[in-house]
């Protein structure tokens, strides 16, 4: 039973992939057995990703890829008692809410005793994450767990040191499609949302970063892997600097609580993005001159930059013409079909490389001190108005280097640009007015 550890916590087993003691202890301690599929209104559902199952099929296609349920599968749902060990100060953090932030974290610690769901819609680089430390501390000293979760794994690896630095007297687990590391259960959990497939009733409290973010927005069986992980009487947190409508609607009908902050951790403002029509394309003459000269100018000064290109090949046609015209240029792409995109991020948050050339893959949850932020073909179809306001978010993040530009190239000023824009400098002025 050396294993007992990677079942516990409301994870959903395929009974196929377990020995014949372990399903016995796992019964005996309070786990349930549940059919791999379930009926209502006459249709078919999978009980691990509660996705429709078509009549013409035996097995679940859309968590295949966490394993294969068929109709004749038997699923054990496993316990979610837990006893952790108690905590009086599990916060070892040292740093200091501000004023604004102070207020938005004891708004989430009294959701958190009323059990409500909450809505923080902050700007980018408010500090989201260190304004749910108090909650998080309050949750351990209860004796509960809490899953941190977030649609894209670069976030969640960014989280992973951030917590753990914050709560290291508490266990905790990183999770996610290119973890190497066992399930095991921990009070703190952070992963990607597709993880809280795996769980059924399993956390006490669930913070979901990035909600508006591919690929959990309009992703109905995200959407309810998020529901079903969370006990009953536990409550989930979103954060955003974009929420999405059907959020911002529950709020409306008062089925969400919901905190506000215009304003940034060091108090200036976001940084507003500067524009610029391009006459001709983008690789005309190799490299349109207005670029060249833009990239020539940041490799004189020595500043970092972050592009950021609405799909891949055109990212790496510009990367391969850019190397031949800037020799002493060091850069590096990346992109969601980049195997070491971890490590490339993190060699350019390292100032290993001065350039980093990107997609909207690293459009949120990732922080870089003293850089230019620029985006190439900015109206672009692939740039909606949302991925352009958090782009232009990367740029300022650090007190010391608040006032990074950010710049805008394209040959139409579309209806994106024009509401990204003009919706930072509607956040700018609520953060001095409201």
Request: proline share 4%; net charge positive; aromatic share 10%.
């Amino acid at each position: 039973m050396n294993k007992l550890n990677e079942f516990l916590g409301g994870r959903i087993l395929n009974l196929k992939v377990l020995e014949s003691d372990e399903v016995k202890h796992l019964l005996a301690i309070g786990s349930e057995l549940k059919p791999g599929f379930f009926r209502k209104d006459q249709q078919d559902y999978c009980r691990r990703c509660l996705s429709k199952i078509s009549d013409d099929s035996d097995y679940c296609r859309n968590c295949l890829n966490m394993g294969k349920i068929t109709r004749d599968d038997q699923l054990i749902i496993s316990s979610t008692e837990t006893n952790f060990e108690f905590q009086e100060r599990p916060m070892k953090w040292e740093g200091r809410l501000t004023q604004l932030q102070n207020k938005v974290s004891h708004e989430l610690i009294n959701a958190f005793k009323a059990h409500k769901d909450h809505l923080v819609w902050a700007v980018t680089g408010a500090g989201k994450t260190e304004m749910t430390f108090p909650l998080i501390s309050e949750v351990i000293r209860s004796g509960k767990r809490i899953a941190l979760c977030s649609p894209r794994v670069d976030v969640c690896v960014e989280l992973f040191p951030r917590i753990k630095s914050a709560f290291p007297e508490t266990t905790i687990g990183l999770y996610h499609g290119k973890s190497k590391e066992p399930y095991q259960i921990t009070q703190i959990m952070i992963a990607t949302t597709h993880q809280l497939i795996r769980f059924e009733k399993a956390f006490d409290v669930l913070i979901i970063d990035e909600v508006d973010s591919y690929p959990l927005a309009g992703n109905q069986m995200l959407q309810d892997a998020i529901t079903k992980a969370v006990k009953d009487n536990g409550n989930i947190y979103y954060l955003s600097a974009t929420p999405p409508k059907i959020l911002l609607d529950k709020v409306e009908k008062k089925q969400l609580g919901i905190s506000k902050l215009y304003q940034r951790f060091h108090g200036h403002p976001l940084p507003e993005p500067k524009c610029h029509l391009l006459y001709k394309s983008t690789n005309f003459l190799g490299v349109n001159p207005i670029i060249y000269l833009r990239i020539k100018k940041m490799l004189t000064n020595k500043q970092r930059f972050m592009m950021f290109f609405p799909n891949i090949p055109q990212m790496l046609q510009f990367e391969n013409v850019i190397i031949k015209k800037f020799p002493k240029l060091k850069l590096i792409s990346v992109s969601s079909k980049d195997d070491k995109r971890l490590e490339k991020v993190k060699s350019f948050r390292e100032s290993e490389v001065q350039a980093i050339f990107t997609t909207t893959i690293l459009e949120r949850g990732v922080t870089f001190k003293n850089i230019i932020v620029i985006v190439i073909d900015a109206d672009a179809t692939e740039f909606s108005k949302t991925a352009l306001i958090q782009i232009a978010g990367r740029a300022g993040r650090a007190a010391d280097s608040y006032d990074d530009e950010v710049h805008f190239y394209y040959q139409n000023y579309n209806k994106q640009i024009k509401n990204a824009c003009a919706e930072i400098k509607y956040l700018n002025w609520c953060a001095k007015n409201v």
